[in-house]
Nanobody, 127 residues
């Protein structure tokens, strides 16, 4: 699976941005998809993840109520709608794919559990 993220850019505090991550390869609908971010000088952190058919989503506490993850399996794409952006959201955002080990659709928040990664897209929020 190859992942291509896009949609980053410069925003003002309070603005919205939508990130997209398009996957190539087969069986996109069998992967849990996640978004992670890494700010300068900080470790990569979990942002949001969604189960293979979209029935379950998880969010990092600081983005709950502001960010929404969704997916369109027909387009092999996962999205991250980011509203009410804050300066602390500034980071490189990366998408990742996790293949659940069983038929149970796990939705992990740990980067090491993700099998494939796309390149990042930079989001800069100015206050």
């Amino acid at each position: 699976v190859q992942l291509q993220a896009s949609g980053g850019g410069l925003a003002l505090a309070g603005d919205s941005l939508r990130l997209s991550c398009e996957a190539s390869g087969r069986a996109f609908s069998t992967y849990t998809m996640g978004w992670f971010r890494q700010a300068p000088g900080k470790e990569r952190e979990f942002v949001a993840a969604i189960s293979p058919i979209g029935g379950r989503a998880r969010y990092e506490d600081s983005v709950k109520g502001r960010f929404t993850i969704s997916r369109d399996n027909a387009k092999n794409t996962v999205y991250l709608q980011m509203n009410s952006l804050k300066s602390e959201d500034t980071a490189v955002y990366s998408c990742a794919a996790h293949r659940p080990p069983t038929i149970i659709a796990t939705v992990p928040i740990t980067p090491s559990e993700y099998n494939y990664w796309g390149q990042g897209t930079l989001v800069t929020v100015s206050s």
